[in-house]
């Protein structure tokens, strides 16, 4: 098979013929309210208008074409999801509901592992490995909407076969979940991305060239046309103050009688805490891998909030539901479209907010991990004081209609402090210059959380909860004797042009042994930064680990770097 997908076709040989298959970026939705009952493996009409400028060029590229004709016109239908990932696993609304659909036109090729999988699944009771990719509960309700899904596969058929670069943001399906502070940030320059139907500010064009730069992505390989202002955002949270919005980070309440006691048994540490605290925590499975990665904030005896990646709400909701067990006092709210969040993190973090406020945010009178409701001007909001950038800082909650009020009183105040208006992009480099784990990229529910270097927040010695022991306690028990299978290491790249984005294999003394999970270009470290597993003996050393040369590779070309067992900021 020949591909050639600037021009959206493949070319192979087909019983002494040419066949020549389109991809066109522009494709026709069918069928939105349902497939005739009478239609199986068969056509629908044929439309050479809207082939021909595909056409046109594939007789350009094989000119002998020109004059052999079309013998045959074949116009079948095929299944798109809105993000080219099939639909597999056990459906997140009925319980033993197996769902293998949405091939998006791979479904030969990928039928053999599909189906290994989605075997194993359904006899196991659990994905055999990590398919969060492809699980059907990385979708929203909304996902299901006919028009979204018309106008979202009509791109995703074409995007199918174009190149895909790093930071890919779809066209369609566009401006769906926009918060209150849409406006805000688009009138300050920012440039937004997608995540399940969320519009998040990823970068903003600088103050002064808003209007004169598009604040839009020019894609490559190499440095993208956003990366000086990435780093002005990267450098504000490291050594000013940044501000950014995670109104789209799920929120689920967990609120009841029974809450605290059921949040004991789903979580590896310890929430049994005086109201006020915040826990980090992993959710664990039998297996002591990683179904999720939060943080839960004990709001009152019987009431916690538990936050969690944009992707995530839907699988959070669904572990909460299939392990809560029947006669638990306890109820479930997403609450994520109901709280508005801005973080301000940076070492002037503090005397922004202090500047806001009357109640004394000392290090003594809120330490880190807790949480104070804060008067700041006409508003109150809930101050966590937690970080996922690895700096002093808060993030602010409050009723989500108070977003502009906020937003407006901290960039007016900030000023005196070098605020600056962040993006998601420099959260993901600070965080991965912090080694701070990300669930779907570091960690998974095939990596043990011991392995995954997430021992110190799991807490083997917490009273057992009256539901029992915490989901996944007898592996952490079992891998605590038996030793690591595999280090999480953190690599800088030597070469300072060189960029990362996940994925590139890892190289010990010249050997590949894995892969980058993460990565990100790190502007205080001042390189392209990844992490990534690799394999180690249970009695390995760190100094054993690191006596080995480890490279990655890039482009075909072969990349020295630092590494490290511990974050290199
Ligand atoms: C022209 C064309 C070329 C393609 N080329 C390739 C290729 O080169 N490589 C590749 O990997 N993929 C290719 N594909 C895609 C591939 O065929 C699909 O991705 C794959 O068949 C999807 O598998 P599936 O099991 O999800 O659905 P299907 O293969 O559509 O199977 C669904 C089955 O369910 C049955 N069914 C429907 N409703 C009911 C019901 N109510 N009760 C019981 N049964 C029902 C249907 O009759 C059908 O047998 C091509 C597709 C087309 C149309």
Same mark, same amino acid.
Request: aromatic share 12%.
């Given at each position: ?8 076709? +493949? ?11 389109? %991809? ?17 493996? $068969? ?9 021909? @400028? ?37 459906? @997140?609304?009925? !319980? ?20 290994? +999988? ?11 490995? $990590? ?6 509960? !990385? ?5 299901? *909407? ?16 174009? *190149? ?62 956003? %990366? ?20 789209? +980070?799920?929120?689920? &309440? ?60 839907? !699988? ?5 539901? &299939? ?23 940076? @070492?002037?973090? !503090? ?33 966590? &004081? ?30 005196? %402090? ?12 600070? &965080? ?31 009273? @057992? ?105």
């Amino acid at each position: 098979v020949v591909r050639v997908p600037d021009e959206s076709a +493949y070319y192979k040989e087909d019983a002494g013929k040419i066949l020549v298959g389109l %991809f066109e970026p522009n494709a026709k939705p069918w069928a939105q309210n349902g497939i005739p009952d009478d239609f199986s493996f $068969d056509q629908i009409p044929d439309d050479l208008e809207h082939c021909m @400028p595909y056409l046109e060029l594939a007789m350009k590229r094989v000119p002998i074409m020109e004059n052999l004709g079309i013998e045959t016109l074949f116009n079948g239908p095929e299944s798109f999801t809105p993000d080219d990932n099939f639909q597999i696993g056990e459906s @997140p609304e009925l !319980r033993n509901f197996y769902v293998a659909a949405g091939f998006n036109s791979i479904g030969i090729q990928a039928a053999g592992g599909a189906g290994k +999988y989605l075997a194993e699944w359904i006899s196991g009771g659990e994905p055999p490995c $990590d398919l969060w990719e492809v699980d059907i509960r !990385r979708n929203e309700p909304f996902q299901n *909407n006919k028009t979204y899904l018309a106008n979202r596969v009509s791109e995703t058929l074409g995007y199918l076969y174009e *190149n895909h670069f790093p930071y890919h943001q779809y066209s369609t399906a566009r401006e769906l979940r926009r918060t209150p502070l849409y406006q805000f940030f688009k009138d300050r320059g920012a440039c937004f991305g997608e995540v399940a139907g969320w519009e998040r500010a990823n970068w903003f064009v600088p103050k002064h060239l808003v209007g004169k730069v598009d604040a839009e992505y020019l894609y490559s390989w190499g440095k993208q046309n956003w %990366f000086d202002f990435h780093k002005l955002e990267h450098q504000a949270i490291r050594e000013a103050v940044g501000m950014y919005e995670m109104s789209s +980070y799920s929120k689920i &309440r967990v609120k009841g009688s029974d809450a605290m006691d059921y949040l004991q048994f789903i979580c590896a540490n310890d929430v049994d805490v005086k109201t006020g605290r915040i826990i980090y925590t992993q959710w664990l499975n039998e297996k002591g891998g990683i179904e999720a990665d939060v943080t839960i904030t004990r709001l009152d005896a019987d009431d916690y909030l538990v936050v969690s990646g944009t992707l995530c709400a839907n !699988r959070d909701m669904n572990w909460l539901k &299939r392990n809560m067990p029947n006669d638990a006092h306890c109820s479930l709210f997403n609450s994520t479209s109901a709280e508005g969040c801005i973080a301000i993190m940076g @070492p002037n973090s !503090r005397e922004l907010l202090q500047s806001l406020t009357d109640t004394n945010l000392s290090n003594e009178n809120l330490p880190f991990a807790s949480v104070c409701e804060l008067e700041i001007g006409m508003a109150t909001v809930r101050a966590h &004081r937690i970080t996922y950038v690895g700096e002093l800082g808060w993030e602010l909650y409050f009723p989500i209609e108070f977003s502009n009020y906020i937003a407006e009183l901290i960039e007016l105040t900030g000023k005196q %402090f070098s605020l600056k208006l962040c993006g998601m992009h420099s959260v993901d480099s600070c &965080r991965i210059e912090k080694a701070y784990r990300h669930f779907g990229h570091d960690i998974t529910d095939e990596d043990h959380v011991l392995d995954a270097g997430l021992g110190f927040v799991v807490k083997l010695d917490k009273n @057992p909860s009256k539901y029992g022991r915490f989901i996944g306690y007898d592996a952490v028990k079992k891998r605590q004797s038996s030793g690591y299978k595999k280090r999480v290491m953190q690599f800088l790249l030597t070469n300072p042009d060189v960029m990362l984005y996940h994925n590139e294999p890892i190289l010990k003394n010249g050997e590949i042994i894995g892969y980058l999970s993460s990565g990100a270009y790190g502007h205080t470290l001042g390189g392209a930064v990844g992490l990534g597993y690799i394999d180690c003996l249970p009695n390995e050393t760190d100094e054993d680990i690191l006596s080995a040369e480890y490279t990655i590779e890039v482009e075909g070309v072969i990349e020295k770097a630092s590494v490290s067992l511990r974050p290199m900021y």
